[in-house]
């Protein structure tokens, strides 16, 4: 088998076989296929497509260029839930305590912040001493004893994707369906999950604007479920504007404590109610989603989530002074709440104008090597569909320089929409496959 065959058959529209691609992914792993011939065929399979097959046999053999791990005996039933990213996205922070607290044990590795949307691990590092880079042995000791770990991926996990995502970003095939329901589904199967909630954000904060292509995102990511052996559900979730009202690392994770505590925004609590039920049923610990939802608000409202939230903590070597006292939390020296120039309707608060602001004010990385300031963000007053006054609180904005501020400030008035005539609130979900 020669690769530039693989790559001629791709270009001409062919359907690869599972050895082909097999040898595509395991020659690129070890470096015998060069990056220029792993390009070309990547851009092949953005212009050419793969079917369902072809996506599954290239997510498999993905998953197994490294590390797979197995929680069978660890667990009962592996589960996880992924998001693809989004502004304000602090779900993953509520959720896990929720399901956990209601027996079902959770292990979660999760990422960095990406371009204008948040990362899970620059979130929970605002909390001093917590550690995000947990071994292989570590993560399975404790998924056993606390039934709940958030840490980052280990570096052996799916490998050919990290080589692949890496040359996507530089060739322009990184927005190709199949290549990333391959590159997430490797990572979670790779991952030892036998049951996936995936929260495909759909809107301008989102990495698919398109309602239909994240739909056929979600479609094909469910099929790899099916066909690998894997019960994946996919919730199609807005973001055109940001979930809740925090966006900036330590802000969220306040946000996410208030929510444990029983309040926190609507919208995000209910976010947060609709994925740990989903995760209670395809975990097996609820016979249907209404059960499901009672299991979810009891653990929220009793506070045992909360508790959760602490010992994982604690598990983790974070201070849980910063759980019990979300004050201590690091805070911005700047903070100025900017009111509502005019009276009106929002018609849209646009989610990546507010997370490249928060990008900006020092919350996420430029570059990879690129260091954070947790203490900065966003706190957005309103959702779309609110009349709000002239002259009432509309955004706060939480800066380390005063420039910054400034540009926050004129970048975010330009981000809210207004309207004379009543604007339509914006859906949470626009549909749920699988
Ligand atoms: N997230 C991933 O993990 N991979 C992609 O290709 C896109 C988003």
């Known amino acids: 088998m020669r690769a530039v065959d693989i790559i001629i058959r791709k270009r001409d529209g062919e359907e690869l076989s599972r050895e082909e691609i097999e040898f595509f992914i395991d020659g690129y792993t070890r470096g015998e296929i060069p990056d220029y011939q ?96 947990l071994s292989r042995e570590e993560f399975i000791a404790q998924l056993r004893k606390e039934g709940l770990v958030l840490t980052g991926q280990s570096g052996d996990l799916a490998p050919a994707d990290g080589k692949l995502y890496a040359l996507r970003d530089v060739t322009g095939t990184v927005p190709s369906i199949p290549l990333i329901a391959s590159s997430i589904m490797s990572k979670k199967i790779a991952g030892g999950a036998q049951a996936i909630v995936l929260d495909v954000k759909i809107g301008l904060g989102a990495f698919m604007a398109d309602l239909g292509e994240g739909r056929k995102l979600a479609h094909l990511m469910v099929a790899i479920g099916a066909l690998s052996g894997r019960k994946v559900i996919a919730l199609l979730s807005d973001m055109n504007q940001p979930l809740g009202n925090a966006v900036g690392n330590a802000l969220e994770l306040r946000e996410a404590l208030d929510t444990l505590r029983g309040n926190g925004p609507e919208d995000f609590r209910e976010h947060c109610l609709v994925a740990a039920s989903y995760m209670l049923v395809i975990g097996r610990k609820a016979a249907n989603l209404e059960s499901a939802r009672t299991m979810a608000e009891a653990a929220l409202e009793s506070s045992r989530a909360l508790a959760s939230f602490r010992r994982l903590v604690q598990a ?69 569909g609110d009349f709000v006054e002239g002259g009432e609180d509309l955004f706060t904005i939480h800066a380390n320089n005063a420039a910054k501020l400034a540009a926050a400030k004129e970048r975010l008035l330009a981000a809210h929409q207004w309207s004379t005539e009543p604007a339509p609130a914006l859906p949470l979900f626009y549909d749920v496959i699988g």
């Open 38 to 133: 792993a390009s070309a065929w990547a851009m092949a399979v953005m212009l050419r497509g793969m079917n369902e097959r072809e996506t599954t046999d290239l997510t498999m053999a993905m998953a197994h260029s490294g590390e797979m791990l197995d929680l069978t005996g660890v667990v009962p039933i592996a589960v996880d839930k992924h998001s693809t990213g989004g502004v304000g996205d602090k779900t993953t922070l509520v959720v896990e305590p929720i399901v956990a607290a209601c027996g079902l044990p959770v292990g979660k590795m999760s990422g960095r912040g990406l371009g204008f949307s948040g990362g899970t691990l620059d979130k929970m590092e605002s909390i001093p001493g917590y550690r995000t880079n």
């Open 316 to 384: 983790q070597g974070g201070d849980v002074r910063y759980v019990d006292e979300p004050d201590r939390l690091p805070a911005a020296p700047l903070i100025e709440t900017v009111t509502a120039p005019r009276a009106g309707y929002l018609l849209g608060i646009n989610a990546r104008e507010v997370g490249e602001t928060s990008v900006e004010l020092g919350a996420g990385r430029a570059r990879k090597e690129d260091s954070i300031d947790h203490a900065v963000g966003i706190v957005i007053h309103h959702k779309v």
